[in-house]
């Protein structure tokens, strides 16, 4: 098949008749002399309108032409997609983000160093059309005359956070030392920008509602990405010179040892922003290109919101507020990292710290600290490991236990004796559901009788996105293959209530704003227990389940898909019926 072959710009000017083919070979004569561009020599020296020129270079690559001056192209405009520094350096406009994909309002195609420095700075493909250069300079110009504030609501704000000269600013309603001893500008080297910077990254992602920060040094540069309601988002590229002072800086402020890049160190970062007590998990790693920078920010309400908005549906909510209640037995939360289980049991810990009751935990870190509770952190390096902390634990006469994580054998053995002696235990395991934590149990060495005997729930989460409360629409026609994913029928849409994502500013145009769970509650009854000490596999423990009235997670996010409260495609990522093909999930 002979390939299209792509017609000249001057022969397209000359079709349309908007100059001569001689006026075309005097232009370019000139523009091979300057080392410039055909159209802009012909706009300089008026044989051309700068329009005329921008729609033939559109015809001539195959793009969409734009005229600025009519108000229906300028409303396509969402100067939210890309950081404005991009957007003035580079003269450009975006229009829409769908499928990894990013459209771009450009002025020369042929510019490709542009177009990949700008895939690598967006970290997405890009797409583009054609607008005169002189309409983009007046659109940018009419935006930024009028200033804009991106601070509220959680958005996060899209300029570049270093210039040229980092140029940034401490904010004085921050209090940026370390364990209020160190002063900001006196620790780090003596490079009070770089100090200035670390601290503008750490308010910034405070502010946007991060739950972690990700400083990662790629072969070229250092990439800031923050992580808001469970999805990474890239905020910056920082410049590869200036890697060794920021690694060091948030080193410095974690408290660990700045010159060992060898092995894996953890520290923690204490700040005051905005008047709250904010405490940093620091872990750095060491990768090809640096060390791996990641923090995690501990908010000390995030686990105090309430059982109630976690999630739970109110039967759910009925048998997990009996469940930790009572006396003695085993409660287990299941499920992947960062899946909320230590969320969870903290708000169960929390409603019951009362005192009348003794509570102590052993925990591997201690991520947040509550008052009238014990709680223990686990230290291996002087001996001081979990079966340790659990059998001293035991001698303080505690009613309530909790378990940071049940690893092993013998950190199992333990947890079940101190459950079959009159103490309420919680702890966590790593299962994919519910009814897998019996059996993964029994993997490890624990006596089949024992885990019938002391369990007494076992509740499977994950976290999905809720939709954004200000900007969420009524979804008249949902994705059919995202339905059939979910198990959702024509019938049920009909009754329900099954909405789609907005855009506003709360939620930084996103749609979604903030997580809750879904949950898989299993309560252990006669059935299930005779199953545990059979050893049955996990297929026939899970009907007997439902059977006994658990709801699977995939049930649980369907009540919330057909509230209006998420989508199809986010319970399908964590929960679908036979068949789902991760693919299909953009």
Do not use: W
Not at 483 to 488: A, D
Request: with cysteine.
């Amino acid at each position: 098949m002979a390939r299209k072959v792509r017609k000249k710009l001057g022969e397209l000017l000359v079709e349309a008749g908007h100059c001569t083919a001689a006026q075309v070979e005097s232009a370019l004569a000139t523009a091979k002399g300057g080392g410039r561009r055909l159209g802009e020599v012909l706009v300089e020296s008026g044989t051309c309108k700068e329009e005329h020129v921008a729609k033939a270079l559109a015809d001539q690559f195959g793009v969409e032409f734009l005229n600025l001056d009519r108000a229906e192209n300028t409303n396509r405009i969402d100067l939210e997609l890309i950081p404005e520094d991009l957007a003035k350096k580079y003269l450009i406009l975006p229009l829409q983000k769908q499928g990894g994909r990013l459209k771009l309002l450009i002025h020369d195609p042929m510019d490709l160093e542009m177009l990949d420095l700008l895939r690598f700075r967006l970290n997405s493909e890009i797409d583009t059309a054609i607008a005169p250069r002189s309409q983009i300079e007046a659109f940018l110009s009419a935006k930024s005359g009028g200033g804009s504030s991106s601070g509220g609501g959680g958005m996060l704000s899209k300029e570049s956070l270093v210039t040229d000269s980092v140029d940034v600013t401490v904010d004085k309603s921050v209090d940026t030392s370390i364990d209020s001893s160190i002063d900001v500008d006196s620790a780090g080297g003596g490079d009070s920008a770089i100090v200035r910077l670390c601290s503008r990254i750490i308010i910034e992602a405070v502010r946007g509602r991060a739950s972690d920060i990700h400083v990662e040094p790629m072969a070229d540069r250092v990439m800031l990405r923050y992580r808001i309601d469970g999805h990474c988002h890239v905020r910056d590229n920082l410049p590869k010179r200036m890697q060794s002072s920021i690694l060091a800086r948030l080193k410095l402020m974690a408290g660990v040892n700045i010159a060992e890049r060898r092995i894996p160190q953890d520290g923690r970062i204490k700040m005051v922003v905005d008047g709250t007590a904010i405490d940093f998990r620091v872990s750095c790693c060491p990768a090809y290109h640096g060390e791996s920078v990641v923090m995690r920010i501990l908010r000390p309400d995030s686990v105090r919101i309430g059982l109630v908005n976690l999630g739970f549906e109110p039967d759910n909510l009925d048998v997990f507020n009996r469940i930790i209640r009572r006396p003695n037995g085993i409660f287990l939360v299941t499920g992947p990292t960062g899946s909320g289980k230590t969320t969870t049991l903290y708000s169960a810990l929390d409603v019951l710290n009362r005192p009348d009751k003794k509570i102590i935990t052993a925990e591997d870190p201690v991520e947040y600290n509550f008052k009238g509770i014990n709680q223990v952190q686990v230290r291996e390096g002087i001996g001081l490991s979990f079966p340790i902390i659990l059998k001293s634990m035991l001698r303080q006469a505690p009613n309530v236990i909790l378990v940071g994580e049940i690893r092993d054998r013998e950190v199992a053995d333990i947890a079940i004796q101190a459950a079959l002696t009159g103490h309420l235990v919680f702890s966590t395991l790593h299962t994919n559901d519910a009814p897998s934590a019996i059996t993964r149990l029994v993997d490890m060495g624990v006596k089949p009788f024992l885990v019938a005997s002391s369990i007494q729930a076992i509740m499977a989460q994950r976290l999905i996105r809720m939709l954004c409360q200000k900007c969420r629409q009524p979804d008249p026609e949902p994705d059919k293959k995202m339905l059939q994913l979910v198990g959702i029928h024509e019938e049920e849409v009909a009754r329900g209530n099954i909405s789609r994502p907005g855009r506003c500013a709360a939620c930084g145009s996103s749609g979604y704003r903030g997580r809750k769970a879904i949950f898989e509650m299993m309560i252990m009854n006669s059935e299930i227990r005779d199953l545990a000490f059979e050893r049955a596999p996990i297929a026939k423990i899970r009907e007997a389940a439902i059977r006994g009235g658990m709801r699977s997670l995939l049930g649980d996010g369907k009540i919330k898909i057909l509230r209006g409260d998420t989508t199809p495609g986010e319970v399908a990522r964590f929960a679908q019926i036979e068949g789902f093909n991760p693919n299909e999930i953009k």
